[in-house]
């Protein structure tokens, strides 16, 4: 009888494990195929590029631009060039570092004419180590400045180096992320004999960070984003994670870390059993566009890319509910044999994992998890028909420019005055839901959708990161109300602000 048990035991283990192996087990080019389908949605790659991607042409989503550039995809890329040249020569593009990485992908799609001669000069070492690296990143791939030679933002680069063999924005200790895209920065072939050395030195601190799961983590959690900045600085550098021993834990590498953020719907997460996240997304996607590209460097745009999509592997995966039924009924075979398999109260036993097992799949069914693509979609509104009209602005002046990865605008300005129809019911919360799918502008919250909405994040600035008294406040019409944004019901003419405080709002007034 116990030798019975153990084989049925075994057989449900394997049944419910076996999506979960079979999803671990996907290689780099599988990845791509499905960040593109889960990032494209229902629009072609060249639709995606196209639209969404020039839409968002000097922010965040230059770096799919740049993913895609490093494929040898076939995509036409003339409308971004287009679209980003405009932004880049008008001053559209205020943060030094998001004006550097727009002229970089400018660079990778072989539009350097389009990029001002004086670029460089006018943001390396504007905004911290970051605008040192991507400045550095523009000139390996010959951006002109009169200010910098490759040798002397190389110089200041290695300045930067802590004591530990890491770099980071602030602060005596390393980084991992910081210290993987310095590493990125300083792998050129030619290198000096004092890059060198200051390259071993962060593959060192690199090693010694690295986790007994063989991922990484910054700012003490373990992340997506970290272990993809690392395998695209090995890739960089020539660096085979797969046999050196410096990245190898228990059996196990970087990419082996890296592929379990994956989630169903082909997005990654950024914190270990999470939900999709575009920023670790996005990142995953260069690095693994880099492996797949092992003999050229990611950031080397004088050598065309070896590796293509893999055109039978585009279409997207199977969506999320369908693994959770699969997990869910695996759960259940394995629960209604436990319990046949006891001499007592085997009906009660079976009825109570076959009624949660019901409960649970109802509850997938009644979940609704939306992709970006469906996200930003626009909503179909059935009966309901604007009453009114609203106006919304989002602000963060109390932080204006400080933020390196462009969540805090330089001129404070996250979303001018700006029109939105509204319909009868709707609030604070349901205008700026509306605005961020929009003007895809990421938002955070929580307590659900109704009165006991949370705002916590918008334009991935979120509250405590400029103390414990920072967050987002809301007014209307110059008036903070004293209930939730869920609660408030606007009418006709509103005038909407949201801003980001560091002092309860007392630095607002």
């Known amino acids: ?36 389908a889960y990032s494209r949605g229902e629009a072609g790659l060249q639709e995606w590029l196209d639209g969404a991607l020039c839409a968002g042409a000097g922010g965040p989503t230059d770096n799919n631009v740049l993913a895609l550039c490093r494929l040898n995809s076939g995509l036409d890329f003339s409308n971004y060039v287009r679209a980003a040249s405009e932004r880049l020569n008008a001053g559209d593009i205020t943060n030094p570092v998001s004006r550097q990485r727009c002229a970089l992908v400018l660079l990778a799609c072989h539009a350097g004419a389009q990029v001002p001669d004086a670029l460089v000069d006018e943001t390396a070492g504007k905004l911290g180590v970051m605008s040192i690296i991507y400045g550095l990143h523009l000139l390996n791939n010959g951006a002109s400045s009169a200010l910098w030679s490759r040798d002397a933002l190389s110089e200041k680069l290695l300045s930067l180096q802590k004591a530990d063999g890491g770099w980071s924005v602030m602060g005596d200790y390393g980084d991992v992320d910081v210290t993987a895209m310095c590493l990125q920065a300083l792998a050129c072939p030619d290198a ?18 690295q986790l007994e799961s063989a991922g990484f983590s910054s700012m003490g959690k373990e992340n997506a984003e970290s272990c993809a900045q690392v395998l695209l600085a090995l890739s960089s550098l020539g660096v085979d994670f797969r046999v050196d021993a410096r990245f190898l834990k228990r059996g196990r590498n970087p990419l082996d870390a890296l ?15 999470e939900g999709e996240n575009e920023t670790a997304t996005v990142q995953v996607f260069q690095a693994l566009v880099a492996l797949m590209n092992e003999s050229v460097r990611f950031y080397d745009f004088s050598t065309a890319p070896t590796a293509a999509l893999p055109a039978a592997q585009a279409a997207e995966g199977p969506g999320w509910k369908l693994w959770a039924l699969c997990a869910i009924g695996a759960l259940v075979l394995a629960g209604a044999i436990y319990a046949l398999t006891r001499k007592r109260s085997r009906t009660k036993r079976l009825l109570f994992v076959l009624v949660a097992g019901a409960l ?11 992709s970006a693509s469906e996200y930003y979609s626009e909503k179909d509104t059935g009966d309901r028909h604007p009453s009114g009209s609203a106006y919304l602005s989002i602000r963060c002046d109390t932080v204006a420019g400080r933020a390196e990865d462009g969540s805090t605008p330089e001129d404070g300005v996250i979303l001018p005055r700006t029109v939105f129809p509204i319909c009868e019911g709707d ?77 309860l709002g007392e630095d607002l007034k």
């Open 259 to 273: 592929l379990e953020y994956r989630c169903p719907s082909g997005g990654f997460s950024h914190l270990p059993r």
């Open 360 to 370: 649970a799949a109802a509850a997938v069914f009644a979940l609704n998890v939306e």
């Open 192 to 209: 000096s004999a004092p890059v060198s050395v200051a390259v071993e030195r962060g593959l060192g601190f690199l090693s010694e960070c």
């Open 1 to 36: 009888m116990k030798r019975r048990n153990f084989v049925l035991w075994a057989l449900a283990l394997i049944l419910a494990l076996a999506p979960v192996c079979a999803h671990a087990a996907a290689g780099p080019e599988e990845a791509v195929s499905g960040i593109c």
């Open 427 to 503: 609030s604070v919360f349901d205008l700026l839901t509306a605005a961020a799918r929009q003007y895809h502008i990421q938002m955070e919250h929580e307590g659900g959708e109704g009165d006991m909405a949370y705002v916590n994040g918008i334009n991935y600035l979120y509250e405590y990161a400029y103390g414990e008294l920072s967050g987002w406040i809301y007014s209307v019409n110059a008036v903070t109300p004293s209930i939730g944004c869920g609660s408030y019901i606007l009418e006709d003419g509103d005038e909407v602000l949201w801003q980001y405080t560091t002092d």
